[in-house]
C-alpha cells in the first residue's frame, strides 16, 4: 500500500513541475487589465472581479434599465423615464456602464475573442433572470452598418447573442442598418442621439418579424435611441413586443 501511494505522488510530480514552469514561462494575464492573475480565476484578476461584481449588482427600472429600487417604481416604471415615448417594451441588463465592465466592453469592440465567453455569460445570466425571458420567441442583434461590420470583422451584439441560452427562441438577423451613423457621442444630447440613429433601419423584404415577441440584443444602453428606433422599426414590420437584453446601462454613476 505504501508503495503504491509512492508511485502515485511521483507520476504527480511531472505535472506539478510542468504547472510551476508553466507559471513562469507564461505567466496568466488578466484578460480585461493585463495584469497578473491566476489560473483559477477564470481570466480575470482578483481586482478585476471584484469591480465587476459592483458593476453587476443592484436593482434597476424595468422598463428603462436605470438604477431604481423596486420601491420608487410606479406603474412599473422610474420617474426618469415616467411619460418617455419607448418602442421597446422593457430591458434587462448584466450591469452598469463603469469600472471593469466599462473596459471589457470596450476591449470587447476591438478584439472580442478573449472576452466574449465571459461576457456571454454575464448576458445570459441577465437574460434567464428577466422578467420577458419565457415570452419571447426570437433573438435580434441590433445591426451593425455593413462598412463598420467589414472593418471590424464581427458585429459584438451579435456574439452576445450566440451566448444567449433559450429552449425554443431562434437567432433572426433580418434587421439591418441602411445608414452609416456617428459613433454616438456620450456628451449628445438624447434629442441629438435620436436624431443620429432616425430612419437608420429596416427589415429584409423577407423578413419573419409578424406576430414575433423579440429580444433585442446590443452592448451598451445609453439614451436608448438606437433601441428605441430599432424597436420602432420592428414594430412597424408587425412584431408584436420587443424587449431588449444589454450588458451594460451607462450614465447611472457620477464617479
Known amino acids: 500500500m505504501r508503495f503504491r501511494?509512492?508511485?502515485?505522488?511521483?507520476?504527480?510530480?511531472?505535472?506539478?513541475?510542468?504547472?510551476?514552469l508553466k507559471q513562469l514561462l507564461w505567466p496568466a494575464l488578466c484578460h480585461n487589465c493585463r495584469q497578473p492573475a491566476a489560473d483559477d480565476d477564470h481570466g480575470l484578476c482578483q481586482a478585476c472581479w471584484e469591480e465587476l461584481l459592483t458593476c453587476t449588482v443592484g436593482e434597476y427600472c424595468p422598463r428603462c434599465g436605470r438604477d431604481a429600487t423596486r420601491y420608487g417604481l410606479v406603474a412599473g416604471a422610474c420617474p426618469a423615464c415616467q411619460g418617455a415615448e419607448q418602442h421597446f417594451d422593457g430591458v434587462a441588463r448584466a450591469g452598469v456602464y463603469a469600472d471593469a465592465l466599462q473596459q471589457m466592453i470596450l476591449s470587447f469592440k476591438h478584439d472580442g475573442s478573449e472576452l466574449a465567453p465571459l461576457l456571454g455569460l454575464l448576458a445570459d445570466s441577465a437574460f434567464q433572470g428577466s422578467s420577458f425571458r419565457n415570452e419571447i420567441d426570437c433573438l435580434v442583434p441590433v445591426?451593425?452598418?455593413?462598412?463598420?461590420?467589414?472593418?471590424?470583422?464581427?458585429?459584438?451584439?451579435?456574439?452576445?447573442?450566440?451566448?444567449?441560452?433559450?429552449?425554443?427562441?431562434?437567432?433572426?438577423?433580418?434587421?439591418?442598418?441602411?445608414?452609416?451613423?456617428?459613433?454616438?457621442?456620450s456628451a449628445a444630447t438624447p434629442a441629438a442621439r435620436a436624431r443620429n440613429v432616425k430612419d437608420a433601419f429596416a427589415v429584409r423584404?423577407?423578413?419573419?418579424?409578424?406576430?414575433?415577441?423579440?429580444?433585442?440584443?446590443?452592448?451598451?444602453?445609453?439614451?436608448?435611441?438606437?433601441?428605441?428606433?430599432?424597436?420602432?422599426?420592428?414594430?412597424?414590420?408587425?412584431?408584436?413586443?420587443?424587449c431588449a437584453l444589454v450588458l451594460a446601462v451607462a450614465g447611472q454613476r457620477s464617479s
Not at 502515485?8 to 510551476?20: E, K, L, S, T
Not at 445591426?143 to 441560452?165: C, D, E, F, M, S
Not at 446590443?218 to 412584431?239: M, P, R, V, W, Y
Open 5 to 20: 501511494h509512492l508511485m502515485g505522488r511521483a507520476r504527480r510530480v511531472p505535472a506539478f513541475a510542468w504547472q510551476g
Open 143 to 185: 445591426p451593425l452598418h455593413w462598412t463598420r461590420r467589414l472593418t471590424r470583422g464581427y458585429n459584438q451584439a451579435h456574439v452576445i447573442a450566440k451566448h444567449l441560452t433559450h429552449p425554443a427562441a431562434i437567432l433572426i438577423t433580418d434587421l439591418v442598418r441602411i445608414r452609416r451613423t456617428l459613433v454616438q457621442p
Open 205 to 242: 423584404s423577407d423578413h419573419r418579424f409578424a406576430g414575433r415577441r423579440i429580444c433585442l440584443v446590443d452592448d451598451i444602453k445609453t439614451s436608448g435611441a438606437t433601441l428605441n428606433e430599432c424597436a420602432k422599426t420592428l414594430k412597424q414590420a408587425g412584431a408584436e413586443q420587443v
